[in-house]
């Protein structure tokens, strides 16, 4: 089974700066894979970033990074240097090899204020 | 590369009427596709998932008969709702998934959405 927590249902942010959404999970697989999605408005859902569970460093893309911390099966998504585009709602969902679909978080609303 | 389309984008229909929402990987063969209903500010809940050229695996309370799936081709997969009504409005993704076996073989690409308002 898997298990994807957002315990954050919204976040404010000021713009410039950063800002970390939580994700904790629950797997039983040995190899899995984590996945940020950034959801705006519009309703598309945006790939951001993916952290394997045998990768040794964090994943980067650009503003984003994964704080991944497979002890305490965290994976916390940084956005660096907010943008008033940053608002939208961010999933967090786990993907693993036995389980053959993707399972998502509950979500948090992110607001950027300028 | 990995692109998905949604057909349409939004639809409006009247209440008892059915509706086909098509799904498309436009650069890539998809092995396996994902149907998906939301409702607003809540997360994505997975309805079925469809392999091609075999029965679609629902989710436990999905009505089978209601949510018609349809993946007749590597290419593209279809939701009909049939016998639409008000409680059916929902924002409706559908995701592709290229290949099986090796890493990221979970990683699910989307489409943009369908919007069905049923009145």
């Known amino acids: 089974a898997q298990k994807i927590t957002q315990t954050q249902p919204g976040m404010f942010v000021q713009e410039k700066e950063a800002v970390t959404l939580d994700c904790t999970y629950d797997?039983?697989?040995?190899?899995?894979?984590l996945f940020w999605y950034k959801q705006p408005s519009s309703g598309e859902m945006i790939f951001l970033i993916y952290q394997g569970s045998y990768d040794e460093q964090n994943a980067t893309e650009g503003r984003y990074s994964l704080n991944f911390q497979k002890a305490r099966k965290s994976a916390n998504l940084v956005i660096s240097a907010s943008q008033l585009g940053d608002s939208a709602m961010y999933f967090c969902a786990i993907g693993g090899t036995s389980y053959g679909k993707l399972t998502f978080g509950q979500g948090t609303i992110l607001t950027v204020h300028p | 590369g990995a692109v998905v389309s949604q057909h349409p984008s939004w639809v409006i229909c009247k209440s008892g009427t059915s509706v086909k929402i098509e799904c498309r990987s436009l650069?890539?063969?998809?092995?396996?596709m994902f149907w998906y209903r939301q409702f607003p500010k809540q997360s994505l809940m997975l309805m079925a998932t469809s392999n091609e050229g075999s029965k679609a695996t629902y989710e436990q309370g999905v009505e089978k008969d209601k949510f018609l799936i349809n993946h007749a081709s590597l290419t593209l997969s279809t939701l009909t709702v049939t016998s639409a009504h008000p409680e059916d409005s929902s924002f409706y993704i559908c995701s592709a998934r290229e290949r099986q076996g090796g890493a990221r073989s979970y990683e699910q690409y989307f489409g943009p959405g369908t919007r069905l308002t049923v009145t």
């Open positions: 797997t039983s697989d040995q190899s899995y894979g």
């Open positions: 650069d890539f063969q998809a092995t396996t």
